[in-house]
């Protein structure tokens, strides 16, 4: 069964904006990571973080993760037409084994 | 100096007809990993395998078989192809088995007919 839930399922922005993405889970977890697809493509690991850490920040990518409530948020800073693609949070769980991916949100940012 | 290679890049093919789809990484990583990407986006694994042996297997009908050869390598036949397989097919590499960051192919669309 599916274990994130993203949201919004699509996001249009203006370049220069900011884009705030959301991911829920149900289950314990090791870590979770964020992918980025462009159309047509394989996915691209961004960033992961730890279940016992917080925050994380990679250039203009900014990560934060609440076991309490089970969710996860990126943020993209400063917006580029280049962020347009598909963006997906997985988990991965205690013990290791697999990455559970989420549905994705679809960013588009206009020029 | 591709990480994470596949082959065919697209298969378009008959219904009963038997087909393979090859994955080669040349990152040194342990584990290799079949996902399937339905018409909406949705990433579902199939297959795991570390140092070529299958450590992951979920709900897959037994007309997939994945097969790795040498732990660079992972292969995934699928024999009597169905319209319900017609979906985006991608291999990935980790370099521990885990969960930690994954490595992906560029992806296979399959179209059956």
């Known amino acids: 069964s599916q274990q994130g839930e993203e949201d919004p399922q699509a996001l249009s922005i203006q370049e220069g904006e900011n884009a705030t993405m959301n991911c829920s889970y149900k289950?314990?977890?090791?870590?979770l990571q964020w992918y980025r697809q462009n159309s047509g493509r394989g996915l691209v690991h961004l960033i992961l973080i730890r279940s016992n850490e917080r925050e994380k920040h990679s250039g203009r990518l900014r990560v934060t993760l609440d076991t309490s409530k089970k969710s996860s948020s990126l943020l993209i800073t400063a917006s580029r037409a280049a962020d347009t693609a598909s963006y997906f949070c997985?988990?991965?769980?205690?013990?290791?084994?697999?990455?559970?991916f989420g549905q994705g949100t679809e960013l588009s940012v206009k020029p | 100096d591709t990480a994470v290679s596949q082959t065919p890049k697209y298969l378009v093919t008959q219904m009963g007809n038997d087909k393979s789809i090859k994955c080669e990484q040349n990152l040194g990583h342990d584990t290799m990993y079949w996902y399937k990407q339905d018409s909406k986006k949705f990433l579902k694994i199939m297959f795991s395998?570390?140092?070529?042996?299958?450590?992951i297997n979920e709900t897959v009908p037994n007309r997939f078989s994945p097969k790795s050869p040498d732990k660079a390598h992972l292969n995934l036949h699928i024999n009597s192809l169905e319209l319900g397989d017609s979906a985006v097919y991608f291999c990935a590499s980790s370099g521990t088995s885990g969960g930690l960051e994954q490595y992906f192919g560029p992806g296979t669309r399959l179209t059956v007919t």
């Open positions: 997985a988990t991965g769980a205690l013990g290791g084994g697999k990455l559970i």
């Open positions: 289950t314990s977890i090791n870590n």
């Open positions: 395998y570390n140092n070529k042996e299958l450590i």
